[in-house]
């Protein structure tokens, strides 16, 4: 049975995560490619010294501050899917043509695609779910072929942890719509989820999107008129965040996300890593193979802190009162 108000891991106390510490200016080639593809997020929001997208910003700082500054010994190829899977494969093949020197992407299905494609660039996983269960790695310590870097999970508990964070918080809650995929309501986390529900006596109700298409999730949702609304982590809901932040601000529904890019745009609460310090440290596994690292050498992270972030503005737009051992308590970050 779940254990309430028991967080996994560490949680982050700050919005910023620590800057990195400066190297020194990398050394051997004169002018590397690194090859950045997204999933589903449009290509204009990776571009620029500063992009708008907080994940794509994250990494060039985390380059910038590792040496590397484009148009002196950087090319940065950025690329996107923009949610049509049938591009992944097509996109990777195009960054081999170019011979990039290092290839960085996200996802499980987006990783498999790269590993189809060459088993010869090295290739670093900004974030995925479970490497070694997807067979895109042969295990956390000692990865094997050209893949590396960072996992999404830590424990498939996250996500229990997370429907128990907005019980705290909305006490009467009693059903719970889920926008998420079937994939996501299917995995380790969504049966966690489903189990903790049953324990905390929640009914939850699945709202499954189609294909960069959510009215008619929202048409579900509206009919069965829950209590909160619970929004897993997946690449088209992160694309889409504005839109479903939007849907639940004129629902009047609290709901509750992984990345706190959804509280920052007005949702009411998020549990989970922070992406941007995921990015960030993707740019430290570049820069260890730029210098001679092997992919198969470098153990894939694991998460170890999670934060809380409650935005106090749309509690109170909600009606309601937060409270102190989640708003004020040392595991939490108010905005």
């Not at 998420?180 to 299917?186: A, E, I, M, P, Y």
């Not at 890593?273 to 050498?297: E, H, M, Q, S, T």
Request: aromatic fraction near 6%; glycine fraction near 8%.
């Amino acid at each position: 049975m779940m254990k309430r108000r028991t967080f996994i891991g560490m949680t982050a106390l700050t919005v910023v995560a620590a800057p990195l510490v400066v190297e020194a200016q990398p050394s051997g080639k004169a002018v590397y490619r690194v090859g950045l593809i997204f999933t589903t997020s449009p290509v204009a929001e990776m571009s620029g010294p500063q992009p708008v997208h907080p994940r794509a910003r994250a990494f060039v700082d985390g380059l910038r501050d590792l040496g590397y500054i484009e148009g002196q010994n950087l090319i940065l190829e950025r690329r996107s899917a923009e949610g049509r899977v049938e591009r992944f494969g097509d996109i990777v093949a195009e960054l081999v043509r170019l011979k990039a020197d290092v290839i960085v992407t996200a996802a499980d299905q987006m990783a498999r695609a790269a590993k189809a494609v060459t088993t010869a660039i090295p290739i670093v996983l900004a974030f995925t779910t479970d490497p070694v269960a997807s067979g895109i790695v042969q295990s956390l310590g000692r990865p094997g072929g050209n893949i590396t870097g960072l996992t999404l999970v830590a424990d498939p508990e996250i996500e229990a942890k997370r429907l128990d964070l907005l019980k705290d918080a909305l006490p009467r809650a009693v059903r719970v719509a889920y926008l998420g995929r079937s994939v996501d309501w299917g995995s380790a986390s969504g049966k966690s989820l489903r189990a903790a529900a049953q324990v905390l006596g929640v009914s939850l109700i699945l709202a499954e999107p189609a294909p960069n298409e959510y009215a008619e999730a929202f048409a579900t949702i509206s009919r069965a008129r829950p209590d909160a609304l619970f929004v897993p982590g997946n690449g088209p809901n992160f694309a889409h965040r504005d839109l479903i932040v939007d849907f639940a601000t004129r629902s009047r529904l609290p709901s509750t996300y992984v990345t706190r890019e959804f509280v920052e745009a007005g949702g009411l609460m998020s549990y989970g890593v922070n992406f941007a310090d995921l990015f960030r440290r993707a740019a430290v596994y570049v820069d260890k193979i730029l210098k001679g690292a092997k992919p198969a050498d470098l153990p894939v992270e694991q998460p170890t802190k999670f934060e809380l972030v409650i935005n106090l503005k749309t509690a109170k737009a909600l009606g309601l009162t937060i409270s102190p051992t989640l708003s004020h308590a040392p595991t939490s970050f108010a905005i």
